[in-house]
């Protein structure tokens, strides 16, 4: 987080010596500063816009990976199990919790998607294992990829509910 922050002031603080380096501004001049201001705040803001969410799910399906049609392929669909990932503020980490059991997750790094929007978690359990997280907000949808011996698996789990918790 603190680096995308560092990143934005960085970029705006380019932007602003390199367009506005004379102290004789002109009217077009004054309009774009103030419009690039409003710009750097919108981005700072954005920073914390994704700072925690929660998210409950509904639908769990596992796949497993078929090599020979080169997909992955449903092997299991359970709509009575219900979860909850809670991400932590600063997005080190995040809890899921499920009917049976709560794991806690680190999140080693994670970034957007700027073709599919989609956020991208590379994750490790509390068990050790290392995981993927693919966490599509406008398909709500999580999938999570991994591997187990030789095999690969995606499991997906459908979002029901998303939300930011106040405090």
Same mark, same amino acid.
């Given at each position: ?99 049976? &059991? ?20 590379? &994750? ?39 939300? &930011?918790?106040?405090?």
């Amino acid at each position: 987080m603190k680096f995308l922050f560092y990143a934005n002031f960085y970029i705006f603080e380019t932007i602003v010596n390199t367009h506005f380096k004379s102290n004789s501004l002109t009217i077009y001049q004054f309009d774009m500063r103030k419009n690039f201001c409003f710009l750097f705040i919108f981005l700072v803001a954005s920073q914390f816009a994704f700072a925690q969410i929660n998210a409950f799910t509904i639908l769990r399906s596992d796949y497993v990976w078929d090599s020979g049609r080169d997909q992955y392929v449903l092997s299991s669909e359970d709509d009575k199990v219900v979860t909850l990932f809670e991400f932590k503020k600063d997005m080190s980490g995040f809890t899921h919790t499920t009917p049976t &059991i709560t794991s806690e997750y680190v999140i080693n790094d994670f970034e957007k998607d700027q073709r599919t929007g989609a956020y991208e978690l590379k &994750i490790k359990s509390d068990a050790g294992n290392y995981y993927t997280m693919e966490y599509d907000v406008a398909q709500k949808i999580i999938k999570i990829f991994g591997t187990s011996g030789a095999k690969k698996f995606m499991i997906t789990h459908k979002v029901y509910r998303a939300w &930011i918790p106040e405090y």
